[in-house]
């Protein structure tokens, strides 16, 4: 069974920062792109940022500047840096790895369970 599993979100003031990490654990054979979502109420869920094995990133406007996104193969464990944080960060985010269980299955999305991350004075 593949698990990833978040940790490090919190209530934040604007301006202030914060640390995600997501680790990958169980039987699998690859992984792709691991990479960060979010989800606010009323909203639909969305891509914050991505990093391939290789380590090529992608993020959103909103967030280019402040949040970086990094990853360590050899943990299969992925991070996101978040700073200069604003009110309209506040989302539940949820951890993706894009994976492999095994050698000829389809690549496919695992998502963690989600942390809460609320920006508020």
């Known amino acids: 069974q593949v698990r990833l599993v978040e940790s490090g979100g919190g209530l934040v003031q604007p301006g202030g920062s914060l640390g995600l990490s997501c680790a990958a654990s169980g039987s699998f054979f690859s992984i792709n792109a691991m990479g960060w979502y979010r989800q606010a109420p009323g909203k639909q869920r969305e891509l914050v940022a991505a990093?391939?094995?290789?380590?090529?990133?992608n993020y959103a406007d909103s967030v280019k500047g402040r949040f970086t996104i990094s990853r360590d193969n050899a943990k299969n464990t992925v991070y996101l840096q978040m700073n200069s944080l604003k009110p309209e960060d506040t989302a539940v985010y949820y951890c993706?790895?894009?994976?492999?269980?095994?050698?000829?299955?389809?690549?496919?999305?695992?998502w963690g369970q989600g942390t809460q991350v609320t920006v508020s004075s």
């Open positions: 993706n790895a894009d994976l492999a269980r095994y050698y000829s299955d389809l690549y496919s999305y695992y």
């Open positions: 990093i391939t094995s290789g380590g090529r990133t």
